[in-house]
C-alpha cells in the first residue's frame, strides 16, 4: 500500500462531463480526492453568465477551477474571482489541441510560449493566495524532446509554479481532432518521471491512461500524484479503489450509500429545474463490471428521458444492481 502523505488523486478536468452535478457525485465516493471544473475561458467568466460557468456547491470542496486563456489581466481577474467563490486551486489549460482553442491562443499552443505561460501564472499566483497550478502536454508537433518539455517547465517554474500535470503525450495541433488527440500520440511517461527526478522540489501529477489500481499506484513510485479522466468517467467506483489502494479516509459512505445520497440531491436539483436524463451522466458507470450493470444502465438510459423530473427512475434502476457491493 502506498501511503497518502504528500500523494495526490486528482479526476481529470473534462469539458461537457465534470459538470458541477458529476463533481458533487465523485466527492460523495472520496473525501481526498481534488476534482477540476471543466476548462471556463476566461471571457465566458467575464463577460457571461457567472453561475452558470463558476456557480458550485461548497460540498464539492477541494475544487480546481482551470481557466483557459493567455490574456494575463483577464487570468489575473478570473483567479480573483474564482478564489473569492472558493475554489482551492486554479489550473492553467495548456493541453488543450482543439481549432478554436488555439485560435484563441490558448491551451496546448501555449507550450511554445513559455515566457508568456510564466507571466500568465505570475500574475494569476499574485492575485490570489490559493495554488495555482498547470496542466501540460510533453510537447507540441515535433517539439517533442523531453529538453523541450524540460526546458517549457524551467522557465515557469522560475516565474513560482510548484506543481505541473503532466498529460504524457504530445499534441499534434494539425490534422488530429481533440479525441483523437488523447490516443494517437504515444504516451510517454518516462518524461514525467525524468522531470520529477531531477526537480525533486516540484510537484509532479501525472496523466494520461491510467485505467486500473495497479498502474496509479505503480505511478506513485516515480511521481507525485495520479490524475485520472476517461477511467473514472466509464467506472467512477476506481476512484474509491484507488483512494483505498493509497490509504486515504476509511470511514466513507458504500456504494449504496453514495448513490442514495446522490438520488436525495437529484431530487432537489430537479426541483431546482434540472432534467433527470442530464443528472444520470455520472452515475451509469457506478456498477461496471458488476452483475445488472447492463441493466441499469439501459433502465436508466431510457427512462430518464421519458421522466425527466422522476427521480425514482433510479430507485428503479437500482433494483437490477441492490444486490451488489
Ligand atoms: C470528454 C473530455 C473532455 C476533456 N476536457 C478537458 C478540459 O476541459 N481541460 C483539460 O485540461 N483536459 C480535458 N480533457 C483531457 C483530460 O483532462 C485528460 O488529460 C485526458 O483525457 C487524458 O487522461 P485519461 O487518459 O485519464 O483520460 C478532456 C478529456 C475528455 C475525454
Given at each position: 500500500?502506498?501511503h ?18 458529476c ?28 453561475d452558470?460557468?463558476?456557480g ?71 492575485s ?27 522557465v ?22 481533440p ?50 479522466g ?22 466513507l459512505?458504500?456504494?449504496d ?69
Amino acid at each position: 500500500m502506498i501511503h497518502a502523505v504528500n500523494r495526490r488523486l486528482c479526476v481529470a478536468p473534462m469539458l461537457d462531463w465534470t459538470d458541477r452535478h458529476c463533481r458533487y457525485f465523485h466527492r460523495l465516493i472520496s473525501n481526498e480526492v481534488m476534482l477540476y471544473t471543466e476548462m471556463v475561458t476566461c471571457p465566458a467568466i467575464l463577460r457571461g453568465d457567472r453561475d452558470k460557468y463558476l456557480g458550485f456547491s461548497t460540498a464539492e470542496n477541494p475544487v480546481a477551477l482551470q481557466l483557459g486563456g493567455s490574456d494575463i489581466k483577464d487570468l489575473a481577474e478570473c483567479a480573483k474571482i474564482a478564489e473569492d467563490m472558493g475554489y482551492a486551486e486554479i489550473n492553467l489549460n495548456v493541453g488543450c489541441p482543439s481549432d478554436r482553442v488555439q485560435k484563441g491562443r490558448f491551451g496546448a499552443c501555449l507550450m511554445r510560449e513559455p515566457a508568456l505561460v510564466a507571466d500568465c501564472f505570475q500574475a494569476m499566483q499574485n492575485s490570489v493566495s490559493i495554488p495555482v497550478t498547470i496542466k501540460s502536454r510533453i510537447g507540441v508537433d515535433d517539439e517533442d524532446s523531453y529538453e523541450h518539455f524540460s526546458g517549457f517547465v524551467e522557465v515557469v517554474k522560475t516565474a513560482g509554479c510548484k506543481t505541473f500535470i503532466v498529460h504524457a503525450r504530445k499534441a499534434l495541433l494539425q490534422g488530429l481532432s481533440p479525441k483523437q488527440n488523447r490516443s494517437i500520440p504515444p504516451l510517454k511517461y518516462d518524461y514525467p518521471y525524468q522531470l520529477k527526478q531531477q526537480n525533486p522540489e516540484l510537484e509532479v501529477i501525472i496523466n494520461g491512461g491510467i485505467a486500473t489500481v495497479d498502474s496509479a499506484t505503480e505511478q506513485l513510485r516515480h511521481v507525485d500524484g495520479v490524475m485520472i479522466g476517461r477511467a473514472f468517467w466509464n467506472a467512477p467506483w476506481l476512484i474509491r479503489e484507488i483512494h483505498d489502494a493509497m490509504g486515504m479516509e476509511k470511514q466513507l459512505l458504500s456504494r449504496d450509500q453514495v448513490l442514495l445520497s446522490y438520488v436525495d440531491y437529484c431530487q432537489v436539483m430537479i426541483e431546482n429545474g434540472l432534467s433527470l436524463h442530464w443528472l444520470i451522466r455520472p452515475i451509469l458507470g457506478l456498477y461496471h463490471g458488476l452483475p445488472g450493470n447492463k441493466k441499469w444502465k439501459s433502465y436508466l438510459v431510457t427512462e430518464a428521458p421519458r421522466r425527466k423530473d422522476d427521480v425514482a427512475v433510479i430507485s428503479e434502476a437500482r433494483e437490477w444492481v441492490k444486490d451488489v457491493s
